[in-house]
C-alpha cells in the first residue's frame, strides 16, 4: 500500500552528474534553482520574489547568447528554462517546455536529462503512471543514473509497487561505494524530502539512510579529533 508523502511535492532539487557538464552561467541557473525551491519549500516569500527576479534575469542572459554557447542551443534553452520554470512552482509549463527541449535532444545524456527531469515533474503533479514512462526512457539512456534511479523509485512507490522501490533501493544499498561525501546519492537523501521519505517507508532505504547517518557521524568525530 502506497503511503503518503508528507512533504511540499512541488519542490526538488537540482544536480548535475560533475561539475564540467555545465558553464559557468548554467551552474549559477541551477544554484538559482535549488534556492528558490528551498524557498518555497520555508514559504519564504521575500526570498521567492528576489530570486524569481535573478532568475529570469538569468534566463535572459542565457537566452541572448544562445545558451552561454552551448553546442546545442535549442535543446539547452528550452531545458535552462523548464528547470526556472519548474523551480517557480509551474510544474506544467516546464513540462511541456521539457518536452519541446526533448525534440532536440541529441544524446543519449541529453535525452536522460530531459526524461528524467519530465518524469520528476509528472511525480510533483501527482500522476506517477506517466513519471514511470518518462523514468523508463530515461533509464533506457543510462540505467545507473543515480538522479534517474531515485526518481523511479518514488514513481513507482507513489504508483504502489512498493517491491519495485525496494528492488531500487536495495540496489543501491549493495553499491557503498555510491554513499560519499557530496555525492548525488548522499544530496538526494539529505535534501530531497521526498527521496528521505520513501526511504524511510522501505527496509534497504532505511538501511542506506541508517549508513548515511553513520558516516556523517564519524566525519563528525574525526574532524573534532584533527
Given at each position: 500500500?502506497?503511503?503518503?508523502?508528507?512533504?511540499?511535492?512541488?519542490?526538488?532539487?537540482?544536480?548535475?552528474?560533475?561539475?564540467?557538464?555545465?558553464?559557468?552561467?548554467?551552474?549559477?541557473?541551477?544554484?538559482?534553482?535549488?534556492?528558490?525551491?528551498?524557498?518555497?519549500?520555508?514559504?519564504?516569500?521575500?526570498?521567492?520574489?528576489?530570486?524569481?527576479?535573478?532568475?529570469?534575469?538569468?534566463?535572459?542572459?542565457?537566452?541572448?547568447?544562445?545558451?552561454?554557447?552551448?553546442?546545442?542551443?535549442?535543446?539547452?534553452?528550452?531545458?535552462?528554462?523548464?528547470?526556472?520554470?519548474?523551480?517557480?512552482?509551474?510544474?506544467?509549463?516546464?513540462?511541456?517546455?521539457?518536452?519541446?527541449?526533448?525534440?532536440?535532444?541529441?544524446?543519449?545524456?541529453?535525452?536522460?536529462?530531459?526524461?528524467?527531469?519530465?518524469?520528476?515533474?509528472?511525480?510533483?503533479?501527482?500522476?506517477?503512471?506517466?513519471?514511470?514512462?518518462?523514468?523508463?526512457?530515461?533509464?533506457?539512456?543510462?540505467?545507473?543514473?543515480?538522479?534517474?534511479?531515485?526518481?523511479?523509485?518514488?514513481?513507482?512507490?507513489?504508483?504502489?509497487?512498493?517491491?519495485?522501490?525496494?528492488?531500487?533501493?536495495?540496489?543501491?544499498?549493495?553499491?557503498?561505494?555510491?554513499?560519499?561525501?557530496?555525492?548525488?546519492?548522499?544530496?538526494?537523501?539529505?535534501?530531497?524530502?521526498?527521496?528521505?521519505?520513501?526511504?524511510?517507508?522501505?527496509?534497504?532505504?532505511?538501511?542506506?539512510?541508517?549508513?548515511?547517518?553513520?558516516?556523517?557521524?564519524?566525519?563528525?568525530s574525526e574532524g573534532a579529533q584533527s
Amino acid at each position: 500500500m502506497t503511503q503518503m508523502i508528507p512533504t511540499n511535492s512541488t519542490t526538488t532539487i537540482v544536480t548535475a552528474s560533475s561539475s564540467d557538464e555545465l558553464s559557468s552561467l548554467e551552474a549559477v541557473i541551477m544554484d538559482a534553482c535549488n534556492e528558490l525551491h528551498a524557498a518555497r519549500q520555508s514559504d519564504d516569500a521575500v526570498g521567492i520574489q528576489v530570486i524569481t527576479k535573478t532568475l529570469n534575469s538569468l534566463l535572459e542572459t542565457y537566452d541572448a547568447t544562445d545558451g552561454d554557447n552551448h553546442p546545442n542551443p535549442a535543446w539547452a534553452r528550452a531545458n535552462q528554462r523548464a528547470l526556472a520554470y519548474s523551480a517557480m512552482g509551474h510544474i506544467e509549463k516546464a513540462i511541456s517546455l521539457e518536452l519541446a527541449a526533448l525534440k532536440y535532444a541529441d544524446t543519449p545524456r541529453r535525452r536522460e536529462i530531459s526524461s528524467g527531469n519530465i518524469a520528476d515533474r509528472f511525480i510533483r503533479l501527482g500522476d506517477p503512471t506517466s513519471a514511470i514512462a518518462f523514468f523508463l526512457d530515461a533509464q533506457e539512456e543510462n540505467p545507473d543514473s543515480i538522479p534517474v534511479l531515485l526518481t523511479g523509485a518514488v514513481a513507482v512507490f507513489d504508483a504502489g509497487y512498493t517491491d519495485q522501490a525496494e528492488v531500487i533501493f536495495k540496489t543501491l544499498l549493495d553499491n557503498p561505494a555510491l554513499l560519499q561525501p557530496n555525492s548525488e546519492l548522499v544530496a538526494y537523501l539529505e535534501l530531497e524530502p521526498r527521496t528521505r521519505s520513501v526511504a524511510r517507508s522501505l527496509v534497504s532505504g532505511r538501511k542506506l539512510i541508517d549508513q548515511l547517518d553513520k558516516m556523517k557521524s564519524k566525519s563528525v568525530s574525526e574532524g573534532a579529533q584533527s
